[in-house]
């Protein structure tokens, strides 16, 4: 089955495509307060739920970047159904080959919840904080471990311990490469059901819709053994955060766009 048809279809219900609340994307864009002519790269966007809500808000430029056509599509929509003049185009292309126009001229670089595109947490960090301006915004989405994972869990996952870090450690990340960690939305165990369950809801709807698709057999398969295993390790074992951190105006030799 196509990877982003999958995907498409277990986030048809999801605004935001993270086990983060609507509430506390709010409060993120809030937090922000930027100025009309800040600029932002949102990479691995989704559906552009994050961008699109700057550009409301605050009438940013900005570029959304994701490898998901189905994404882009979305993004492309919502945009031109909110924000129709906004100053904000979507992109589909793997997030890994983005370069901004210039180095150190973002004010806001994220990437929420896809750190495997730059190879793990720290290297996302050490490719976004290139990107922004001195006091500019690093905001990453990131899953950590509550507890140590079961060894059935990790195999279930095809994860090793390694794969997250922890929420300190995740936090404290941003230290070493001029990063201020300047607040932090912890996801609760209801934004995580919520997340997870819209999956289960999302499939189960496709397949009462979609009897004779083909792919179906999979697309069940892989969710019945998703939800499998988030009950009965997932649920207690796996944290998600976002991270929003301010790059120290003393870390770069140019000034700010
Ligand atoms: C967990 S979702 C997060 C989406 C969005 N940031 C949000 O919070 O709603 C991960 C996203 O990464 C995108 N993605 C996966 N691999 C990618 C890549 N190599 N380059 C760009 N986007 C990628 C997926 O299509 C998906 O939209």
Known sequence: MDTWKFYDIIHREHVVCNPTSNDKLARLVGLLRLPREARVADIACGKGEFLIR????????????????????????????????????FRQMNGSDFRPQEPHRLTV??????????????????????????????????PYWRQ???????????AGPDSFGSHVGNAQAGEPRGLELVHTF??????????????????AEYARCHPDDPDLPELVARVAKDKAMYLRWGRDTLGWAMYVFRHRPSQHATSAA
């Open 109 to 142: 670089a994220a990437c929420i919840g896809a750190s495997w595109v730059f190879g793990g947490h720290a290297e996302t960090l050490d490719a976004l904080a290139g990107m922004v301006a001195p006091g500019g915004w690093v905001i990453v989405g990131e």
């Open 186 to 203: 912890v996801s609760s165990q209801d934004d995580w059901d919520n997340y997870e369950g819209l999956q289960w809801y999302a499939a």
């Open 148 to 158: 140590r994972p079961a060894e059935e869990y990790l195999a279930a996952l095809g």
């Open 54 to 89: 700057l550009a409301e808000a605050y009438g940013i430029r900005g570029i959304g970047i994701d490898i998901s056509p189905f994404c882009i599509a979305d993004a492309q929509r919502q945009l031109q159904r909110r924000a129709p003049g906004a100053e904000v185009v």
